[in-house]
């Protein structure tokens, strides 16, 4: 099992770029989840998903789309990126066990920097 | 939403010495996670821990969620101990709102010198 990969590892971007961040996650998770890590500070939730073609926004949606058209991925996009999304993106993944929630599993994480 | 705090914020260590993490929330949750962010950014689980005490080799926590605070404890710590350390709980009670979200801390940055 890979767990939770993500794509690509690292990125940089000039102001008003556009891009997708690739999160694929092989242990049949029903949630997925998106979240950003500022320095020295905690994560904070974009978007998540609790199934396939669902999304919902979290903490800190603005200026970010997501898509899962598969169970396994999740996408992030990025449509004019700002040096404010100047950050490490980490994808998580999380089973549904019965009203229980289960651990979240994390990517390695992809550091974006814009311009 | 909830409230995380966790102490100290920083934290050097001597390899060998034990130490005691702390993270506190400001309502009742029914789920609760540890995690180590490495020096690479890695983050890696080391607890789900909703209530009660857990171990695992050298680490272990403990969760007291009527109180309302988790503790992680490091013993006979090694500079592969080094990081950040996250503790994750709900952003609400509510199980039809919770939908598996975490609200994290701030951290614990951890350094363990030789």
């Known amino acids: 099992n890979a767990g939770v990969t993500q794509t690509p590892k690292f990125r940089v971007l000039k102001t008003g770029q556009s891009m997708t961040l690739l999160c694929a996650q092989d242990?049949?998770?029903?949630?997925m989840y998106w979240y950003r890590q500022d320095p020295g500070m905690g994560l904070r939730l974009i978007h998540y998903s609790v199934g396939e073609g669902t999304t919902a926004k979290g903490e800190v949606p603005d200026g970010y789309n997501v898509s899962r058209l598969k169970k396994q991925n999740f996408l992030l996009g990025l449509e004019s990126a700002a040096p404010s999304q100047t950050s490490v993106y980490f994808c998580a993944s999380s089973p549904y066990v019965g009203v229980r929630y289960n651990e979240q599993f994390f990517g390695p994480g992809t550091r974006l920097t814009v311009l | 939403g909830i409230q995380v705090e966790q102490s100290p914020p920083d934290l050097i260590l001597q390899e060998g010495a034990n130490s005691t993490l702390r993270c506190n929330f400001s309502d009742s949750v029914n789920n609760l996670q540890w995690f180590h962010q490495n020096p690479w950014g890695q983050l890696i689980n080391l607890f789900y821990i909703p209530s009660g005490t857990k171990q695992n080799g050298r680490l272990s926590a403990t969760t007291v969620a009527t109180e309302r605070y988790s503790l992680l404890y490091i013993s006979s710590s090694q500079t592969t101990d080094s990081g950040v350390y996250f503790c994750?709980?709900?952003?609400?009670?509510?199980?039809?709102?919770?939908?598996?979200?975490?609200?994290f801390g701030a951290g614990t940055q951890v350094v363990v010198t030789p």
């Open positions: 994750a709980v709900p952003p609400s009670l509510d199980l039809t709102d919770s939908w598996g979200k975490l609200q």
């Open positions: 242990m049949n998770h029903e949630y």
